[in-house]
């Protein structure tokens, strides 16, 4: 089986600190995705990568950051966190199969 | 760009009876994919179904089938005999051809709940 895992389930951080989110995949996917879920938003893409080192902005980019150094690793950074970064966040991954796999997410809340 | 509308913010129905959840597309492309997902209050994304712009057939798994109409640019869910377990919220998504990577654009959600 697929397995997604992200680094918190919940984490509250405080405005103006550097976040980092974690996500690490075990099935060898190129591709890797960073959403946030907001109520009658749905998700919204912030960043993909399709590769190692490669990276490419998403729907909702400012803000945001992402790493990744390592085909199984995708890390979402927001630089100086504000309240309107309180969100739950979703990693996914996929390959060639048409569906993307998502991680349990992270509800993150910005005081 | 692309578009997904989910018109219906939340629906009732009652166990064992059927529900139809409601979604609209909106592409320029040829080639693309519909993808229906369940979240549960625990919050994973479950996936339920999936179906290709050119598959002829409407996709069918277990109890979940997608209504396709092309023409109509809809891509409804329905769920036979619902089941307690089904309450959750419903996305429905698409991945645009072409270089996009697989990417999703995700519909508003529905909330489904199911009275016993």
């Known amino acids: 089986d697929v397995k997604v895992t992200q680094s918190s389930r919940y984490l509250v951080k405080r405005t103006g600190e550097k976040v980092f989110l974690e996500c690490v995949q075990d099935?060898?996917?190129?591709?890797m995705f960073w959403y946030r879920q907001d109520p009658g938003l749905g998700l919204r893409l912030i960043y993909f990568s399709y590769d190692v080192k490669m990276k490419e902005k998403g729907d909702i980019p400012e803000g945001y950051s992402v790493s990744r150094e390592k085909k199984e690793r995708f890390s979402l950074i927001l630089e100086s966190a504000s309240t309107n970064q309180t969100s739950m966040y979703l990693c996914?991954?996929?390959?060639?199969?048409?569906?993307?796999?998502f991680g349990p997410g992270t509800r993150l809340t910005v005081l | 760009a692309q578009k997904i509308t989910q018109t219906q913010p939340g629906m009732f129905v009652q166990e064992k009876e059927a529900v139809t959840l409601d979604c609209t597309y909106d592409t320029s492309d040829q080639s693309y994919g519909l993808f229906w997902y369940k979240q549960p209050s625990s919050g994973e994304m479950i996936f339920l179904i999936y179906q290709g712009s050119y598959d002829e057939q409407n996709a069918t798994e277990g109890r979940y089938s997608l209504n396709f109409q092309k023409a109509r640019k809809s891509a409804n869910l329905v769920i036979s005999a619902s089941q307690l377990g089904d309450s959750a919220m419903y996305f429905c998504?698409?991945?645009?051809?072409?270089?996009?990577?697989?990417?999703?654009?995700f519909g508003q959600g529905t909330i489904l709940t199911v009275h016993p």
């Open positions: 099935m060898d996917h190129e591709n």
């Open positions: 998504a698409m991945r645009a051809g072409g270089t996009s990577y697989g990417k999703l654009t």
């Open positions: 996914a991954s996929s390959l060639a199969v048409p569906q993307q796999f």
